[in-house]
Nanobody, 116 residues
Framework: QVQLVESGGGLVQPGGSLRLSCAAS????????ITWYRQAPGKQREWVAV???????NYVDSVKDRFTISRDNAKNTAYLQMNSLKPEDTAVYYC??????????WGQGTQVTVSS
């Protein structure tokens, strides 16, 4: 089991940037794939990006070329760099950590609001 805590959310104007962090404790972080999800008001939770234990990454089409997922195993932390933010990126962002073949653990979420 891993405990995950997100941070870095906030209010930003359209076109701005934010970097979200997902700090892990309680287990061996480097053994966990990390995924970012988001949930906008009235909508289902949406998968955004993943970084595997091997460093491979993938993104939902709507954020490709704007968001970058990364990890620093020495700091037990994953990141989501979000550039060129749009109002439709407004959501609560969650990180989810899991080991291959096992169920995972969620963080508590961090609010991102993109508005002028």
């Amino acid at each position: 089991q891993v405990q995950l805590v997100e941070s870095g959310g906030g209010l930003v104007q359209p076109g701005g940037s934010l970097r979200l962090s997902c700090a892990a404790s309680g287990s061996i972080f480097r053994n966990y794939h990390i995924t970012w999800y988001r949930q906008a008001p009235g909508k289902q939770r949406e998968w955004v990006a993943v970084i595997t234990v091997g460093g491979n990454t993938n993104y939902v089409d709507s954020v490709k070329d704007r968001f970058t997922i990364s990890r620093d195993n020495a700091k037990n932390t994953a990141y989501l760099q979000m550039n060129s933010l749009k109002p439709e990126d407004t959501a609560v962002y969650y990180c989810y950590g899991y080991r291959t073949g096992s169920s995972g653990d969620w963080g508590q979420g961090t609010q991102v609001t993109v508005s002028s």
